[in-house]
């Protein structure tokens, strides 16, 4: 069995929230190369979508593996270094421990693992974002694996025929359910539709029980019980020969749909799918990105990557976002613009609520203060 791991970490900007410095990617590529040939791992990848950097792994040690999870916390200390050094902003801002020990849950960095045994051509998409949170990949989640309007193959593939199994986190009571689509698929969307609290963590075929996809799906917000970030996530996707094909994964992205995340992890705005040269949000730290990384994996080798959203065919996806961005920005600090104030990640409110308390009085012919 091979596992892809994807592991991620906000170390520092650069510059704000905006991008990774080149010496950090630098310095991560080599580690990486330093562990192939130290037989830790198959093959290595560094990328970055904003401000964080992702270590894209193949290897034998499965998913949760102290070997690999340790090299990464390393390797992201290696890094937060640098960005100390160079004063870049937020240095080491995602990782919430002093100590390592055993493997990520609950440090900071967010990770998706999915392990397979290779197939004789092995296509994969690895999805990285920036500026939103991992029920992001909800909704193309489900157009991929469940919309015969956008996976053709679910029709037409008599493979694909007797649909896919989702597994939903429930991140505020840290449980899990499994929905099987066509099926359950109305179920399904009753809990995915708000991604704030369900997330689909995995998706695999019913005909075959192949594990198809795997997101990230720490909240960084919460595990630190303080505004630490958006916790940017990743998500690794198979694809072909039974899977939705390539343009039947990408195919969701060509809308832009409204994401949570954007200016201080505080707003929705549209997601828009990028070049790796366009992944660096600059305007309102925004409009959340999205970049697709293609390979075909040989012998755990990672072949690529090919940068799948350089392509004109998603142009109107980013005009279309720009225009959303435009007429959500005119709302300024007003819903749904500005998140509803449940999911806002800065606590002013709290503070003006104890500023404020003594100021607040009954509304006429009302005999005490509601309490709020
Ligand atoms: C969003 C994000 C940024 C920051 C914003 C303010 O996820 O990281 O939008 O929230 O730039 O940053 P601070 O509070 O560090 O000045
Ligand atoms: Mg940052
Ligand atoms: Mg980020």
């Known amino acids: 069995m091979t596992t892809l791991s994807i592991i991620k970490a906000d170390t520092g900007g650069f510059v704000g929230h905006s991008a990774v410095h080149p010496e950090m990617l630098a310095v991560a590529e080599e580690a990486l190369r330093e562990a192939v040939s130290d037989g830790l791992i198959l093959d290595g990848h560094a990328d970055s979508c904003g401000d964080d950097i992702s270590l894209i792994m193949t290897h034998e040690h499965g998913a949760d593996s102290e070997r690999i999870h340790g090299f990464a916390w390393q390797l992201f200390q290696r890094t937060t270094g640098i960005a100390q050094r160079l004063g870049l902003y937020g240095a080491g801002q995602d990782l919430l421990s002093d100590a390592f020990s055993g493997n990520l849950r609950g440090m900071g960095p967010g990770y998706a693992e999915l392990e397979f045994t290779e197939r004789p051509s092995e296509p994969v998409i690895c999805f990285l974002a920036d500026k939103t949170e991992p029920g992001a990949w909800n909704l193309p989640l489900y157009k991929m694996f469940a919309d015969p309007f956008s996976s053709a193959g679910l029709v037409i593939d008599a493979k694909m025929h007797a649909g896919f199994s989702f597994e939903v986190y429930d991140l505020y009571e840290e449980k899990r359910i499994v929905f099987d689509t066509p099926a359950q698929s109305y179920d399904l969307l009753m809990y995915i539709g708000a991604p704030a609290r369900y997330v689909v963590h995995s998706v695999s075929s019913i005909s075959t029980g192949v594990l198809a996809a795997a997101t990230s799906t720490q909240r960084l917000s919460l595990i630190a019980g303080k505004y630490v970030g958006k916790d940017d996530p990743v998500m690794i996707v198979r694809a072909q020969s039974g899977l939705p094909a390539v343009g039947e994964v990408l195919e969701p992205f060509a809308f832009p749909y409204t994401v949570a995340g954007c200016m201080r992890g505080s707003h929705h705005a549209p997601i828009m799918p990028v070049s790796r040269a366009q992944a660096h949000p600059a305007r309102f730290d925004g409009p959340p990105r999205v ?51 449940e999911d806002l990640e800065y606590t002013t409110m709290h503070a003006l609520e104890q500023r404020l308390a003594d100021r607040w009085e009954a509304m006429p012919g009302v005999a005490a203060p509601a309490a709020h």
Not at 309 to 329: G, H, I, K, T
Request: cysteine-free; proline content about 8%; glycine content about 8%.
């Open 291 to 341: 970049v697709a990384l293609g390979f075909q994996i040989k012998n755990g080798k990672l072949i690529g990557p090919r940068d799948l959203f350089d392509d004109p065919s998603f142009d109107r996806a980013r005009a279309q976002a720009n225009e959303v961005m435009d007429y959500l920005r005119r709302q300024g600090p007003f819903e749904p613009h500005r998140l509803a104030l």
